[in-house]
């Protein structure tokens, strides 16, 4: 081999050359101007554009904005700067979004992000800690251990318990099932689900769940290799809320049918009605039948930090896992969620060790690699936002917020229910969702559902109001989900003024045209 020839083309590359041209595109002591410069443009764009958002939406069509964004260069070769990148996306991304901190963006689980947890994401995003090996993340995850400890705490759980940070309520979810279906297979069929797959009869598993928990239940148990067949819906009441009776009579069916119901899922606080099914009696009855208990809270868990309605909560603390999400009622920037394990030794169901990750040894050297709690492995460091967040707004407010949303739901529905025309469908809400509908007294041919449908693309597209749709027992209704605490009674009663004149106005055209 001839080393002298290889010790001169090293020399010529640009390898041994003094020159730093990357320096400007990252975070460090000496590129500090590039940064500062780039943040400066990017928040006096967001500061112009946000003063200029009257609306909660530009009313924009599906295909003007498809045709415009078609437009938009996704490459550049020699790179630009931010100035003309900013100006390419003002008008057809940043002001055609939905505003979602507008007083009249009502329309789904989706909330404004608080500025505390922005400017948590800016301190997340320079360090890009990743929460699997605390090799990348070191004080990160003793960060992310102490809010955990706090939710625990919060939902009355011990230090028998544990919890980890996921991407939002579908794999807190899965992750709680996963957990329930393998520790059934041990302790009870003797299975090692995670070595030899699903036992042999498999297909006598069931989930249990009221009719209206969210459909990532379903979804979870066909990934869970059980199929959506084996999630067993239970009959809701009159308020949503899972039926006792009904309960009772499926587990004696089950039984009778040899069948293996092996969970139990409670939904604290529903999509449409916000309906918290009966914590307490179904935790008696998973525990009588040995079922495990999950409770999805998603939307409910953040009552924790309620003043009036922490109550509500009473019985999750006997759950056997939770969900709980923070890009809900948390104001958490997306993705942020929790996953919570009453007995943390369960989590053992999802390890795996990597020699290069997570050596088995690390746990001997007392290093805690957050990887074997998660069904994720490169990870966020989403702690970092609840944490800035609880900080700053402080609980006294962070409480105030959520029951101001709560009282505004119900003052809401009593002003519904005093209106012509329309008709309130659950008009004593649990959380801070109402579903309504425009129903005028008019003759069958006239489509009241088409007519609702209308109405909500009509609000979407002049930009008026942001609400929801939904379909109750056949019925299309509207629903205003209430999670911005900025948004005040008035607000509301300009769109439902806006959604019974527009109602009215259809029904002229109609009559019209007969
Ligand atoms: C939002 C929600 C989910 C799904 O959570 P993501 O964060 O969207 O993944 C599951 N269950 C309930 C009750 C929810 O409200």
Redo the contacts with the bound molecule.
């Keep these: 081999m001839n080393f002298t020839y290889r010790a001169e083309s090293i020399e010529n590359t640009a390898l041994n050359q003094p020159s730093r041209e990357f320096d400007h595109l990252f975070l460090h002591g000496e590129s500090t101007r590039s940064y500062q410069h780039i943040v400066q443009q990017v928040t006096g764009k967001l500061v112009e554009v946000m003063h200029k958002l009257e609306h909660p939406y530009s009313g924009s069509t599906p295909a003007t904005l498809h045709q415009k964004l078609n437009k938009i260069p996704v490459l550049s070769y020699g790179g630009e700067p931010i100035e003309s990148l900013l100006e390419d996306i003002d008008e057809p991304l940043l002001q055609s979004n939905i505003h979602i901190a507008h007083q009249k963006s009502v329309a789904h689980?989706h909330c404004p992000p608080l500025v505390a947890a922005m400017a948590a994401e800016m301190v997340i995003n320079a360090f890009n800690p990743s929460m699997d090996s605390w090799d990348q993340s070191p004080a990160a995850t003793y960060l992310e251990q102490e809010v955990i400890e706090w939710l625990i705490h919060g939902f009355g759980f011990d230090s028998e318990a544990d919890g980890v940070f996921?991407?939002?309520?579908?794999?807190?979810?899965y992750t709680g099932l996963l957990i329930a279906r393998d520790s059934f297979c041990e302790k009870r069929l003797g299975v090692d689900v995670q070595k030899h797959g699903l036992p042999e009869d498999f297909q006598r598993l069931r989930i249990l769940c009221s009719e209206d928990?969210?459909?990532?239940?379903k979804q979870s148990a066909s990934q869970l290799g059980l199929g959506e067949e084996c999630v067993l819906p239970i009959r809701t009441d009159k308020n949503h809320q899972l039926c006792i009776d009904d309960l009772n009579r499926k587990l004696e069916e089950l039984e009778e049918e040899q069948l293996l119901p092996f969970a139990l899922v409670a939904?604290?606080?529903?999509?449409d009605f916000g309906s918290i099914d009966p914590l307490p009696e179904m935790a008696a009855i998973a525990k009588k039948h040995g079922l495990w208990l999950h409770v999805?809270?998603?939307?409910?868990g953040a009552l924790i930090l309620s003043h009036q309605h922490k109550g509500k909560l009473r019985g999750i603390e006997k759950a056997n896992s939770i969900?709980v999400?923070f890009?809900?009622l948390f104001y958490q920037p997306?993705?942020c969620?929790a996953f919570l394990l009453k007995n943390k030794t369960e989590f053992r169901y999802l390890q795996h060790h990597a020699d290069y990750l997570n050596p088995v040894d690390d746990e001997e050297k007392g290093i805690v690699n957050l990887v074997n709690k998660s069904t994720q492995t490169t990870r966020r460091f989403d702690a970092l936002k609840l944490f800035f967040s609880l900080r700053m707004t402080g609980t006294k407010q962070y409480g105030d917020m959520i029951d101001h949303t709560l009282s505004l739901a119900s003052s809401a529905a009593c002003h519904i229910d005093a209106m012509e025309n329309m008709k309130i469908i659950n008009n004593d809400p649990e959380l801070n969702t109402i579903v309504f509908r425009f129903e005028p007294t008019v003759p069958a041919t006239i489509d009241l559902n088409q007519l609702n449908w209308n109405i909500q693309k009509h609000l979407l597209y002049t930009g008026k109001a942001v609400l929801a749709k939904t379909t109750v027992k056949g019925e299309v209704c509207l629903k205003f989900t209430l999670l911005n605490p900025r948004t005040k009674l008035e607000d509301l009663k300009e769109v439902l003024a806006d959604i019974q004149e527009f109602g009215e106005s259809e029904l002229e055209n109609w009559r019209s045209t007969v």
């Design positions: 689980l996921t991407s939002g309520g579908t794999q807190s979810n928990a969210h459909f990532t239940i939904t604290c606080g529903t999509t999805d809270a998603a939307f409910g969900t999400d890009h809900k997306i993705s969620g």
